[in-house]
């Protein structure tokens, strides 16, 4: 069992920059696969970006690649989403969750745990 949760959102301005973090229980947080997502107002849940068990690897979505950078640091239990450049349109509440596979996935339902959600709100 894994329990995550998300902190780090808020209110900041266009070009602005953020950092998320997720804080996980439970001892098997090394052999997770961890990933961020987004869901916006009246739209589905979106991957944003995902993380192999070491870090060696790492999938970002094309509207984010280049400006949003995922880490982790296992011994802190913990994964990161580091946000810049932000746009308006990344205005969304971001999830973290782990799946117990051994390679990033896209789809929302491949992932076994989730956290509560951190709200994120870029404005122009």
């Known amino acids: 069992q894994v329990q995550l949760v998300e902190s780090g959102g808020g209110l900041v301005q266009a070009g602005g920059s953020l950092r998320l973090s997720c804080a996980a229980s439970g001892r098997t947080f090394s052999r997770h696969v961890m990933g961020w997502f987004r869901q916006a107002p009246g739209k589905e849940r979106e991957f944003v970006a995902g993380?192999?068990?070491?870090?060696?690897?790492?999938t970002y979505a094309d509207s984010v690649k280049g400006r949003f950078t995922i880490s982790r640091d296992n011994a802190k239990n913990t994964v990161y989403l580091q946000m810049n450049s932000l746009k308006p349109e990344d205005t969304a509440v971001y999830y973290c969750?782990?799946?117990?596979?051994?390679?990033?996935?896209?789809?929302?339902?491949?992932?076994?745990?989730w956290g509560q959600g951190t709200q994120v709100t870029v404005s122009s």
């Open positions: 993380i192999s068990w070491t870090g060696g690897s790492t």
């Open positions: 969750a782990a799946r117990r596979g051994y390679d990033v996935r896209l789809d929302v339902g491949q992932y076994d745990y």
